[in-house]
Nanobody, 117 residues
């Protein structure tokens, strides 16, 4: 069964750091492009970063320089390292992968990140 499971969310003070994990099962993450998204209450979902199958990354301007995507092929897991967190980073964070189609068709359940001021 193709599945993504996020973990690592929580409550952190502004200026702090968190690392989110996205563990894949049923497929090999390094063979597919994936992305990290977030959705804050009342706002549209925002794509904040992507990693291609060959490891190239790109980030939204809102997180560039603060967030970093990495991958552990042995663990079949992708990480989102978040630093210098701001209250406006508060959202539910999701990872997704383009497994079956050219769109993001496989999604994790989401993990809540709350940044207090």
């Amino acid at each position: 069964q193709v599945q993504l499971v996020e973990s690592g969310g929580g409550l952190v003070q502004a200026g702090g750091s968190l690392r989110l994990s996205c563990a894949a099962s049923g497929f090999t993450l390094s063979s597919y492009s994936m992305g990290w998204f977030r959705q804050a209450p009342g706002k549209d979902r925002e794509r904040i970063g992507v990693m291609t199958w060959n490891g190239n990354t790109d980030y939204a301007d809102s997180v560039k320089g603060r967030f970093t995507i990495s991958r552990d092929n042995a663990e079949n897991t992708v990480y989102l390292q978040m630093t210098s967190l701001k209250p406006e980073d508060t959202a539910v964070y999701y990872c997704a992968a383009k497994v079956k189609t050219l769109a993001y068709d496989t999604w994790g359940q989401g993990t809540q990140v709350t940044v207090s001021s």
